[in-house]
């Protein structure tokens, strides 16, 4: 019985260092799945300033991000052979040069991001469009990458590293035509619906939060994702215009208190203060008089 109950603990014990091994790749997810890079500047934006951010091309990536996981299903093309042996071979030659710094999912993205200007420039002459195409492109490009890369740690080889990086940069771009079609339904409702959601976050005591300047959707888990964004950026997040709750909440009392304006009730700490206050008056004088009558 004691075994059983020790070895339970253990077990209970370990629950929460496998959870964070399963959620290893939570600085997408925890974010609205947006394409965020190690060397991103992410800031918390609190109340003076940050709705004013809240407009449409600030939602072009984290709308990408949401709108690549939506069309995956449909989305299945598979990588091209004769762009996987060009990238080995270019990847290998990077690799060899300084294998313990090279890093897979910034060769990934580095290479399927490539086209991404020159594919866009091409579809469309409209400006709009062609920041929407290739923010599509981007978040393309870091879906495949991620999952391609995941579980490819730093010490592995030279040749597991570009496998895992061509497959993934070479799945994305065979797929970024059709992701950039299939996005591009959906991109005017999903700025709509951010939004909204931006405006709403500024005005919360926490505030909201950009990643170079793209609004990030945390879905109200804030600290979730500057959590996960802080597990993979090189710069941890600014958070110094955010405030914790508690710290909030007790600014906020106090400004309540001192906020009522002459001839308002006063608050109902202010106000038993007050009463106190009073009593002790009343009784002091009482006091008073009766030494006078005694004397």
Partial sequence: ????????????????????ATEARAGLDACGNIDVHADAKCTVVAQGGCTAQCTP?????????????????????????????????????????????????????ASCEADCTGKCSASTT????????????????GGHCDVSCKG???????????????????????NI???VSCQSKGYVQCKTDLQGGCT?????????????????????NLQNCIDALNAILKVKVDASASCSGNTCQAQAKASATCAAAPGEPAPIGGGMLAAG????????????????RAA
């Fill in 1 to 20: 019985m004691r075994r059983a109950t020790f070895l339970l603990a253990v077990a209970l014990a370990a629950t929460p260092i496998l959870l964070a």
């Fill in 57 to 109: 091309v600030k939602f072009e990536a984290a709308c990408a991000g949401k709108l690549e996981t939506t069309c995956n299903g449909q989305c299945t093309a598979t990588a091209d052979v004769a762009c996987s042996g060009g990238c080995t071979a270019d990847c290998s030659a990077k690799c060899q040069a300084n294998p313990g710094t090279y890093d897979c999912a910034g060769s990934c993205n």
């Fill in 126 to 141: 409209d400006g709009g469009a062609q920041a929407d195409c290739q923010a599509s492109c981007k978040a393309t490009c």
């Fill in 152 to 174: 490819t740690p730093p010490s592995a080889t030279c040749d597991a590293k570009c496998k895992a990086s061509c497959d993934g940069s070479c799945s994305g771009k065979a």
């Fill in 177 to 179: 035509d059709c992701q």
């Fill in 200 to 220: 709403a976050q500024c005005q919360k005591p926490e505030g909201a939060l950009f990643c170079d300047g793209n609004y990030v959707d945390t879905g109200n």
């Fill in 277 to 292: 206050l009073g009593i002790a008056a009343i009784t002091a004088a009482r006091r008073r008089a009766a030494k006078r």
